[in-house]
Structure formats: C-alpha cells, structure tokens
C-alpha cells in the first residue's frame, strides 16, 4: 500500500471540511496540549471521564482517544464505560500505552483492552512496545540508541502486535513508525529537540485522533494518520527553521501548533518524507 506525499496531501482537503468531534478520556497533566492539538487541526475536543456521562458522550462522538498517562481504577471503568459504547456503534478508537513501561497496572489494562475490544490505533513509545511484547524492559534512554529503520527484531514483534490484534501501531519516538502488521510507514520528518517538550505526545494523539475519526476504512485510516504525523513533523521543521535564538521550549510548543494551524499543501508536498516498506 505504498502512499505518496501528493495523494496524501488531498486528504488535507477533507480534514479541512468537517470537525470531528473526539471524545478524550486523557493524561491530566496535558490536556490542554490535546484539547489544543485538536483544535489546530479542525476538530472539536470534548474532555469527560466522569463514570455517569462517558457513555453517552462517547455514543455521540466520532472517535474516542484513551491515555494511559494518569491512571487509576475509575479512570479504568470510565475507559471501559466508553469502549462498549463504542462497540456498539463502531466508532474507532485510539489508546495511547503511555507508561505501560513502568507499571503492571497499566500494562496489564492494555492487555484487557487490546483483547476485549476493538482498538483502531495503538500508539506509544519504542520502549513501550518493547514492555508489552514481554521483551526485556527497557527504559526511554535504554531505547535512544535502538533505530526502528535498522532493528528488523523489533519491527517484527511489533508488526506481530499488530496482525494479532488486527490494529495499527504507530510508534513515536526518536523516529516515527506505522505498521498494519504488513505494510510498514517510516515518517522521517520531525526534529529531535520537540521530543523532550512537555506534552508532545498529546499534540500527536490529538491530531492522529482527529483523523482516525473521518477514515471510512482501515486503508483510509492508515493514509489519515501517515498525513497527521507526517504534518508534525514538517511543522516541526519549519519551527526550527524560523526558531530565534532566545525561543525556548515552551516557545517552540506554541509556534508547533500555530504550524499546524496555518500548514499549507505546497509545505507537505515539498518537504514531506515517507519510506514504505512491505513483508509478509
């Protein structure tokens, strides 16, 4: 299924035509990222994880994004109230594994998820992935030194993952990866320094949500979340681009998502990086 920056460009047309709304049940500490994050990228943010409305909240929008990031058991049944919910109108959904490195809990709330429901999008770091393929824990900076382009082990635990579970893994770390379990998608753009700003991820979760929400089919949510990252990390580019030396990293957050607002098609086809590859 390889995917050209022109053909992906034209989705930026229907994203631009309709406003998704996306149900968050999110890290606390970066909401605001997220809720910011979708906006900038046309859709509608409605934040609610309170056990009495996350039904029907979840029955009235069109993608439902779950983090992991602030966990505990009624943020759990919040999750779960959601997911069935979902279920029951095929809405997609997209979990973000965040800390599932550090905790049972949470990597043992993946696992009930991933088997009880239906999960579009799995997101997370490398060394995410690598914890919840039972492989050796390994730390974020244990991982800074493992290239995903280079490392066909990793790439085929984690295509594994994916074929089991019939979803799509998207890892974001010091390079960006998409995988069905067949085709594999390395978005190259991006700049190293925005991976140690604080709410980056949900900037990533909120735009790749947004997306999800318009896909019709699996092939059309692999091409929605390709444009999403792939927009990032152009908008990333051309922060640094214009960066002033006094810019700090709170700075570069802010005119991050003002890129995103204002990105144009001709920034996408000129400077957009994709490597596909495909094996069986």
């Known amino acids: 299924m390889q995917i050209s920056i022109e053909a992906l460009t034209d989705i930026l047309d229907v994203q631009r035509d309709n406003q998704p709304l996306i149900h968050c049940i999110s890290n606390l500490v970066t909401i605001n990222d997220l809720a910011q994050s979708i906006l900038c990228y046309n859709g509608k943010p409605i934040i609610a994880h309170g056990i009495e409305e996350v039904n029907e909240v979840a029955c009235n929008a069109k993608g439902l994004l779950l983090n992991l990031g602030t966990l505990d058991s009624n943020r759990v049944e919040a999750m779960e109230k959601s997911l069935k919910a979902t279920r029951k109108k095929n809405i997609p959904v997209l979990v973000d594994i965040e800390g599932i490195d550090m905790s049972f809990f949470r990597r043992q709330t993946t696992l009930s998820f991933l088997t009880r429901y239906n999960i579009d999008i799995l997101k997370g770091k490398l060394s995410e992935f690598k914890r919840l393929v039972k492989t050796d824990n390994v730390s974020n900076t244990d991982s800074k030194d493992i290239t995903m382009i280079g490392n066909h082990k990793i790439r085929s635990e984690i295509k594994e993952i994916a074929r089991k579970f019939r979803n ?113």
């Open 168 to 280: 799509i893994l998207v890892v974001i770390d010091e390079e960006c990866y998409v995988t069905d379990g067949f085709s594999e998608f390395f978005i190259m753009n991006g700049d190293k320094k925005f991976r140690n700003i604080l709410g980056i991820d949900s900037i990533f979760n909120g735009a790749i949500a947004t997306g999800m929400a318009l896909a019709n089919t699996k092939a059309e949510m692999i091409r929605y979340i390709l444009i999403s990252i792939t927009i990032i990390g152009v908008c990333e580019e051309l922060v640094i681009q214009k960066k002033k030396e006094s810019d700090g990293l709170f700075t570069l957050k802010q005119h991050l998502l003002d890129e995103i607002y204002n990105i144009k098609k001709e920034d996408l086809n000129k400077m957009g990086n994709i490597i596909y590859e495909f094996k069986r």
